[in-house]
């Protein structure tokens, strides 16, 4: 089923609160690209696996390439709902599995409305959309906008340095709060904290 950008603000927002909460919705930030390390694809296409198995449903950026269309295709084998929100000039990638697609008119957009549909946030190892992601959700926390559980999967220690550069800026007074997201090592670790969070 597809959607646009002006379908979706149509939607009653005080039922459509109470369905994504029911159905605790996880959005997975993570990498267009598949990266050098077979880990983490690995990693990506079992995060996908427990999500389902647990219950999640997928909110995620929407396209069929890299980590993106592992950890959707691992969610809808496993018979998870996949929520694909996916920018006009993406629309010809759009994962083809999903149960629902939302069409945005771009990456701001998208970024709005995966973190509106989301009732907690994963990030796998990722470049530079997946950094903007995380400090975005970060940013809607500083402002009192968005106070939903995010963990980074810290496979190999991918956010080692991040966690670093975060607390950096708290010990410099750069920041309102010292916390902003948990890290697990393993994806089972990943499902532990969201189970007891959302």
């Known amino acids: 089923m597809i ?82 929100i996916v920018p006009d000039e993406f629309h010809d990638m759009s994962f083809e599995r999903s149960s629902e697609i939302i069409l945005v008119e771009n990456l701001a957009q998208r970024k709005r409305r995966m973190i509106a549909l989301s009732n907690a946030f994963v990030a796998l190892p990722g470049g530079i959309g997946t950094l903007n992601e995380i400090t975005e959700v970060a940013c809607q926390a500083t402002l009192g906008h968005c106070n939903k559980p995010m963990v980074l999967l810290n496979t190999g220690g991918f956010y080692n340095t991040l966690q670093y550069f975060f607390a950096k800026m708290w010990d410099q007074g750069m920041l309102d709060r010292q916390y902003f997201f948990e890290l697990a090592s393993e994806c089972q670790d990943v499902i532990n904290i969201l189970t007891k969070t959302t």
């Open 3 to 84: 959607f646009s950008e002006d379908t979706f603000l149509k939607v009653n927002i005080r039922s459509n609160k109470k369905r994504i909460c029911k159905m605790k919705n996880v959005c997975v930030f993570c990498s267009s690209k598949l990266g050098s390390e077979k880990v983490y694809a690995g990693n990506a296409a079992l995060m996908g696996k427990l999500l389902a198995q647990n219950g999640f449903g997928l909110v995620f950026g929407g396209v069929n390439i890299g980590f993106m269309n592992i950890v959707a295709s691992a969610v809808a084998d496993n018979g998870g709902k996949v929520i694909s």
